[in-house]
Every structure is written in C-alpha cells, then in structure tokens.
C-alpha cells in the first residue's frame, strides 16, 4: 500500500507542493520531495487564491452585519401600516 501510494509521486505527473502547502494533512513526505495526495500541481491551486482542498487553510467567511437604524426602521413600519 505504502510503496502503491509513493508509485503515483514517482512518475512525475505529481509536482511539489508550495509554501503555502505548508502544514496541510494532505502533503506526503517522500526522500525525494514533498507532494500533495490529492492535486497534482499544487502551485497552480495556490495561483488563483486558496487551495479548497487544504486543511490548515480555510476562507474567511465574510458575515454582512447589517446596521438597523431602530428610529428609521420603526418609521418604516409605521408606513406599512
Ligand atoms: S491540498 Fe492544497 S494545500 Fe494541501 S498539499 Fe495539496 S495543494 Fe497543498
């Protein structure tokens, strides 16, 4: 299993992994180099932002606080009426 799965990284489709791999489960350390079990080019995951498939990376996720005037909203719903 274990020389099955360090076979994959010895063909050369599979690149290096990048710094910013850096501390994600997925990176496979070989005597050769370092390698991600999971995309075959790292760098180009990195290139366009965060790689989704990371571990010790995750998007912010951005929470829209919405300020309610209370005067203005009660106003407002003093019109519906
Ligand atoms: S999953 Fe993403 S961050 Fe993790 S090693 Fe692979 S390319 Fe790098």
Not at 45 to 65: D, Y
Request: some cysteine; aromatic content about 8%.
């Amino acid at each position: 299993m274990a020389s099955e799965m360090t076979e994959k990284f010895k063909n050369g489709l599979f690149q290096a992994v990048v710094d910013k791999c850096e501390g994600c489960d997925r990176v496979v350390s070989l005597e050769h180099g370092k390698y991600c079990d999971t995309y075959v080019n790292p760098a180009a995951k990195w290139r366009l932002g965060l790689c989704n498939f990371a571990t010790h990376a995750k998007p912010e996720v951005a929470v829209a606080t919405v300020r309610i005037n209370p005067l203005k909203a009660a106003k407002r719903a003093a019109k519906r009426k």
